[in-house]
């Protein structure tokens, strides 16, 4: 069942993106080559506890046999998703990461992904992740009331398809609200006109994840992290979205989203 919000529910939905977002721009401002990926977990946990929201990752079990043990979700380089953060884990010149990281406020959920560039990288590599992120706007332009889950899917993957790239199939987009992945699942790929009509008062994470190479993956042995299946680079762009009949809201905002038919930054709702 999908969960329609009301307008103070998705404004509670926003500031809880908005602790989401302070942890990114947080980490963004120290991300420099030498630090370990438990470094950058305990500075989110810090960051999203000191603003009276607890990490929404940190315990979540998603049906696996073992709980997802920290902040962060932090993927290095050929790591799509579900990276385990770790102090033996340490950020080279060159190496993306890209920073899943989820929080809850007042019982709703604010959940956002980056892909960061960690020193000077490979052009093709930058550009994969420049066009990734582009990619998730490609996406969250056609979320207006009666438009598709397809026509979302369609233009995430139409716009990273035209560079070559393989769209990850095997890990989708969802709905956010309560709780961490409700319904609908929201695919990077789709046929336009297809799928669920959207709604006002649905909140939705679209989350691009975008390979230099295949779109298959692997999950390795620790039951969580998610690489590429030939090893080359991934990247990973996410924002909770909430559907209005004024347009899409983007409740993790980090007041940096380019101009477009949605309306972001930090500004209380009406």
């Not at 302070?22 to 810090?46: F, I, Q, S």
């Not at 043990?69 to 790591?79: D, F, G, K």
Request: proline residues 5%; aromatic residues 6%; contains cysteine.
């Amino acid at each position: 069942m999908i969960v329609r919000k009301s307008r103070i529910e998705i404004e509670k939905m926003r500031r809880a993106g908005q602790v989401v977002a302070d942890v990114h721009k947080e980490l963004r401002d120290v991300l420099k080559p030498g630090m370990n990926t438990l470094e950058l977990d305990k500075l989110a946990e810090a960051r999203i506890r000191k603003a009276g929201a607890l990490p929404t990752f940190k315990g979540y079990y998603a049906g696996k046999n073992t709980a997802f043990p920290a902040t962060l979700c932090v993927s290095i380089n050929e790591e799509v998703v579900h990276g385990i953060p770790s102090a033996t884990r340490v950020l080279q010149e060159g190496d993306i990461i890209s920073i899943d990281c989820g929080a809850t406020l007042d019982g709703y959920v604010g959940d956002s992904a980056i892909t960061l560039c960690v020193g000077t990288v490979k052009d093709e590599v930058r550009l994969l992740v420049e066009r990734t992120r582009e990619s998730l706007y490609k996406g969250i332009a056609e979320c207006f009331p009666e438009k598709r889950i397809g026509d979302i899917g369609f233009a995430v993957e139409t716009y990273a398809k035209s560079f070559g790239y393989g769209v990850v199939e095997d890990y989708c987009g969802h709905g956010v609200g309560r709780r961490l992945h409700e319904e609908p699942q929201v695919p990077n790929y789709g046929i336009a006109g297809s799928g669920k009509r959207l709604k006002s008062g649905w909140a939705i994470a679209i989350e691009p994840m975008v390979n230099l190479g295949t779109k298959d993956t692997v999950e390795l042995a620790d039951q969580w992290t998610v690489v590429t299946a030939d090893r080359l680079p991934s990247a990973h762009w996410e924002h909770s979205i909430a559907i209005t009949d004024e347009g899409p809201i983007i409740l993790t905002s980090r007041g940096d989203d380019p101009s477009g038919p949605w309306i972001s930054g930090t500004t209380p709702l009406a």
